[in-house]
């Protein structure tokens, strides 16, 4: 292929992301959506002028987690804690731990019950469906303000993390048993003194390296820390979180740490003069990098389905038995066990790239059905339409906060 023609078409492809991106600040139209249908378009075209279909099986597991890992770190960046931030923040950890493992057992129930296949396995297929999308989620909120705004950053980098290492569990795990249960609390005492030596070292690497190039490196060790982890089936995603919320709270924290005894000179290994400033050029650089992984993502993503799956009876009747599961428990667990009015919230729940991966790592033996790719793109595309009702009913209508 000309090379020429691959560039022109790629520059292309960055533009109307782009403009989707502006479309979708003024319409509240996900640009999520849009690079999607533009990636089913660009299948059936080639499809029309006979043109070869490529199968991208091996890239887009590669961008998906690129992109993931960029848009949780992007994401974390903007999220300042303060104190009067710690009940939302442990209320978003207990809504995505209480959502995911409640709507993981009663999809894996319709699973067993009607396609009768064993319950693990069922459980396995489930969680995928039952994780909010990030990726989707986080830019889509731009629109929404404070603690609103806080909660689905907050609530959506929790559920990807959660399920990354409930899905890794139940993966690597043929039995249910105490030794499970060992196995899942040193996975997070691991994770966890992981997190913590990178948020110094990465913290260390920034403020002393003289190189004028010197982002690209932090990130790279970042993926680099979270590829490693995962090789050992660690869920590696607290420690992107973890290092977001770390730089952009540094100061804070270098404060708190001084005042106990053997600490009081971290605050001047912490902190150096032009830490603001490289915050903020990090900041653009996850923030760009992440548009340009999520673009290329979902148009691979678009073009690579096939719409005819969706027409198979299965999938409508799972994928509507699931969607009443997903909104029915989030209903019950934001209107009737915490009573806050949390519109949009409610329906900003979608499905999408974490879902994507996570279903591609599911063996081929242990799929409950041949229907289940379909499926999948039945309910990314439910669950991103009826965020966006949602997002474009949120601008005419006054909503609440649902920290109260």
Request: a neutral charge; charged letters at 10%.
């Amino acid at each position: 292929m000309n090379p020429y023609f691959v560039l022109i078409l790629l520059s292309v492809l960055v533009i109307f992301s782009y403009i989707f991106d502006m479309v979708s600040r003024r319409t509240r139209i996900p640009s999520v959506l849009l690079l999607l249908v533009l990636g089913s378009i660009l299948r059936y075209v080639s499809i029309y002028f006979n043109l070869p279909i490529y199968k991208f099986t091996t890239i887009l597991p590669l961008l998906g987690t690129v992109g993931l890992i960029l848009i949780v770190f992007e994401g974390a960046l903007e999220l300042k804690f303060e104190a009067s931030k710690a009940r939302l923040i442990r209320s978003t950890f207990i809504a995505a731990l209480f959502l995911l493992c409640l709507t993981s057992l009663c999809i894996s129930g319709l699973f067993y019950y009607i396609l009768e296949a064993p319950f693990q396995q069922c459980l396995l297929n489930a969680i995928p469906f039952s994780v909010v999308s990030s990726a989707i989620a986080i830019p889509s909120v731009t629109s929404l303000m404070g603690r609103k705004k806080e909660f689905i950053i907050y609530e959506s980098s929790f559920s990807d993390i959660l399920g990354i290492m409930l899905f890794n569990l139940i993966l690597v795990n043929e039995n249910f048993d105490v030794g499970m249960i060992g196995d899942f609390g040193l996975q997070v005492l691991i994770v966890s003194v992981l997190s913590l030596i990178s948020c110094f070292g990465f913290l260390y690497i920034m403020g002393r390296m003289k190189h004028h190039v010197k982002f690209f490196l932090i990130i790279s060790a970042l993926i680099l820390v979270y590829a490693v982890g995962k090789q050992f089936h660690l869920s590696t995603l607290i420690v992107v979180l973890a290092f977001g919320l770390f730089l952009e709270n540094s100061e804070l924290i270098a404060r708190q740490l001084t005042t106990l005894p053997l600490l009081k000179k971290v605050e001047s290994i912490m902190i150096y003069p032009a830490l603001r400033s490289d915050l903020g050029g990090l900041h653009q650089l996850t923030a760009e990098s992440a548009f340009l992984l999520r673009t290329f993502f979902f148009l691979v993503f678009g073009y690579s389905l096939d719409i005819g799956e969706l027409m198979q009876m299965p999938v409508f009747f799972f994928g509507s038995l699931i969607l009443l599961v997903v909104y029915l428990l989030r209903w019950i667990y934001l209107a009737v066990i915490v009573k806050a009015h949390l519109w949009p919230e409610l329906v900003i729940s979608p499905r999408g790239l974490i879902s994507v991966l996570l279903f591609l790592s599911i063996p081929t033996d242990k799929l409950v059905g041949p229907f289940m790719s379909g499926l999948l793109l039945f309910i990314i595309l439910a669950s991103g339409i009826l965020m966006t009702v949602g997002l474009i009913a949120t601008g005419k209508i006054p909503t609440e906060s649902g920290d109260e």
